[in-house]
């Protein structure tokens, strides 16, 4: 239980257009889903909370109008980079905690396979 | 905010010996504390939790124990297995309870040598 997907797994693209990852619950219902960026060699950063039926909460220094985030359905949740720049390729991961879905503890959060971005 | 602080940042052991890391955090408002194994390109995959109201976890050969009074809490793998090589993160919860939110360490690369 408790898995979650993620698409596409890498994608390059050029300067200025716009990238949407996909985020899914596979067999729970995820009112919460978390957006992380990872550097090479470095941690996980929380760039956003994606919230089902409300607006994204973002950490502070991301920049929400360039890192849309729409949590569609309880299931999906999509982050779409705006305007890419070579600075934005990095590791993009989501995670979702099951909550009250009775698959373990409900704040533990699972992770997506991640989506490498390449921006040239 | 909550400052979660891990140590260290690489280390190397022999198959077969033990490997311990050491993690801090700031907020003693944090009740859940997840350490995660992350391999090359691959997801983080979680490998033990623990939640404040209990001193250690075990599994297998993995321990977790968590000092609430000291804030510490630290990753023990016994009998290291060249499988066991990969980068492993601790966290703690941030925020209110229903928030869910972790806050991750820097990471710590473990290369356990045949």
């Known amino acids: 239980g408790a898995v979650v997907s993620q698409h596409p797994s890498w994608v390059i693209c050029k300067s200025g257009t716009s990238v949407k990852i996909e985020c899914r619950s596979l067999?729970?219902?995820?009112?919460?889903m978390f957006w992380y960026r990872q550097f090479p060699k470095q941690s996980l950063m929380l760039m956003a909370t994606s919230n089902e039926g409300s607006k994204a909460t973002y950490e502070q220094g991301v920049e929400k109008d360039k890192f849309l985030i729409n949590h569609a359905s309880l299931t999906l949740s999509t982050l779409t980079v705006t305007s890419a720049h070579p600075e934005d390729s990095s590791f993009y991961i989501c995670s979702a905690p099951p909550g009250l879905a009775g698959l373990g503890w409900q704040e533990t959060q699972y992770f997506g396979p991640g989506t490498r971005l390449l921006v040239l | 905010g909550e400052n979660v602080e891990q140590h260290p940042s690489t280390l190397s052991v022999q198959e077969g010996d033990s490997a311990v890391i050491k993690c801090t955090y700031s907020d003693s408002a944090s009740n859940y504390f997840p350490w995660y194994k992350q391999e090359l390109g691959k997801r983080p995959q979680l490998i033990i939790d623990i939640r404040s109201n209990v001193g250690e976890k075990k599994d297998q050969r993995i321990a977790v124990t968590l000092n609430k009074t000291a804030k510490h809490f630290s990753l023990h793998i016994t009998e290291t297995q060249p499988e066991d090589s990969a980068v492993y993160f601790c966290?703690?919860?941030?925020?209110?309870?229903?928030?869910?939110?972790?806050?991750f360490g820097a990471g710590t690369t473990v290369t356990v040598r045949a």
């Open positions: 966290a703690a919860s941030i925020g209110r309870f229903n928030d869910y939110k972790l806050s």
């Open positions: 067999d729970f219902q995820a009112t919460t």
